[in-house]
Antibody, heavy 120, light 110 residues
């Protein structure tokens, strides 16, 4: 069974770049078939899809975040990462990484989530 | 901008049946949107319930079922139990790699 674990700073200053990494175990990112995904949830709010990356490096971004967002993948470490630039308090959220089945368009495995607070 | 709509809240009696819906701000939901449903309790990551409109994820009880009702996707809980009290989110695939979640429905069992 695939397991995902987010890691990264829990506090980021406004205007800086938020960086998170998701480590995958129980499966290989490089084997294909999955899109490696980020989702966030603002405090007390709903879920927001951020973007996906395939092992080849192909990416799909939420249009509302595209100008600030970079996803990357490191198949040698079985990790994928998120960078969100120029953050504001509105980017304070729990960030989840998840796997999306390629041909079924749903998230099957989720990380436990990590809270990132943007504050000076 | 396409908005995915869900009822804000529902209340159901233990043993009762409740149907949550997932619509589009413009247009109808069909199987081609690959509706999926997720259950979330406070402080926990979402749990996948249904994908591809009506396929239950592994380990999900058969009291949860998905369908298309009219012009919306639907999640029905039949024989609600106390631990079904959760937030439920639907997600639609809009094409071109874009997925959108609904705002979620808070289900209370009482």
């Amino acid at each position: 069974q695939v397991q995902l674990q987010e890691s990264g700073p829990g506090l980021v200053k406004p205007s800086q770049t938020l960086s998170l990494t998701c480590t995958v175990s129980g499966g290989s990112i490089g084997s294909g078939g999955y899109y490696w995904s980020w989702i966030r949830q603002h405090p007390g709010k709903g879920l927001e899809w951020i973007g996906y990356i395939y092992y080849s490096g192909s990416t799909f971004y939420n249009p509302s975040l595209k100008s600030r967002l970079t996803l990357s993948v490191d198949t040698s470490k079985n990790q994928f990462s998120l960078k969100l630039s120029s953050v504001t308090a509105a980017d304070t959220a729990v960030y989840y990484c998840a796997s999306r089945r390629g041909s079924y368009y749903y998230f099957d495995y989720w990380g436990q989530g990590t809270l990132v607070t943007v504050s000076s | 901008q396409t908005v995915v709509t869900q009822e804000p809240s529902f209340s159901v009696s233990p043993g009762g049946t409740v149907t949550l819906t997932c619509g589009l701000s413009s247009g109808s939901v069909s199987t081609g949107y690959y509706p999926s449903w997720y259950q979330q309790t406070p402080g926990q990551a979402p749990r996948t319930l249904i994908y591809g409109t009506n396929t239950r994820s592994s380990g999900v009880p058969d009291r949860f079922s998905g369908s298309i009702l009219g012009h919306k996707a639907a999640l029905t809980i039949t024989g609600a139990q106390a631990d079904d009290e959760s937030d439920y989110f639907c997600m639609l695939y809009l094409g071109s790699g874009i997925s959108v979640f609904g705002g979620g429905t808070k289900v209370t069992v009482l």
